[in-house]
């Protein structure tokens, strides 16, 4: 009798803390978790970005939109995309340093004055798209099957990154992308 009690114990200790750990998972934990599930059941085969199955990684070519006869790069120079487009320009300051904002009709770019380098870029319409064919309104299923499984991921968004850049992809309540965000860090 005293040997099943020394066996029961630690055996309900395991199912009682098991059981705990998934009712102090948040929501945000189970939906990250939840979307990871869907993505691998989705595409089975893609466990790591290093499969010959999966997407190419990143490079800089991911970091430039063709707008028109006019390239956006992520890290490049605004005075190759000045336009005549342009609705807007606000310029900001934070607390490292001055900025300019140009807002187009389908697009916002943040840019660093010295240099003007291009350091942000928001597509915000269906009209643009990324280099492997993504736009606002596609599946976040889409977005897995060009640039496989996220690096992270929370409930509004599937982040990828690269070096020094980051590529986002904002999510309704759907699944369905409503914002595209290339950032360098």
């Known amino acids: 009798m005293i040997k099943i009690r020394y066996l029961l114990i630690p055996i309900m200790l395991s199912v009682i803390l098991s059981g705990c750990a998934d009712a102090l998972q948040s929501g ?18 893609t466990t790591d970005n290093t499969s010959i199955d999966t997407p190419a990684t990143l490079s800089d ?10 390239f956006i790069e992520l890290n490049g120079n605004y005075e190759n995309l000045i336009t ?3 609705i807007v320009q606000v310029s900001y300051l934070d607390e490292n340093h001055v900025y ?3 807002v187009y009709e389908n697009f916002i770019v943040s840019v660093s004055p010295p240099g003007n380098v291009i350091f942000h870029i ?14 606002v309104g596609d ?3 889409d977005v897995c099957d060009k640039y496989g499984v996220p690096d992270s991921m929370a409930s ?9 850049d980051l590529l ?6 759907y699944g369905k992308v409503t914002k595209i965000k290339f950032e360098m860090i």
């Open 139 to 141: 599946s976040i299923s």
């Open 84 to 86: 005549n487009e342009e």
């Open 100 to 102: 300019d904002t140009y």
């Open 168 to 173: 986002f992809f904002y999510i309704d309540e």
């Open 156 to 164: 509004e968004y599937y982040l990828y990154t690269y070096e020094h």
């Open 61 to 70: 070519k991911d970091f430039i939109i063709k707008n028109n006869d006019t």
């Open 28 to 45: 945000d934990e189970k939906t990250i978790q939840n979307q990871t599930e869907e993505i691998m059941t989705m595409h089975p085969d």
């Open 122 to 135: 928001n597509l915000l319409t269906s009209e643009l798209e990324t280099s492997r064919g993504i736009s």
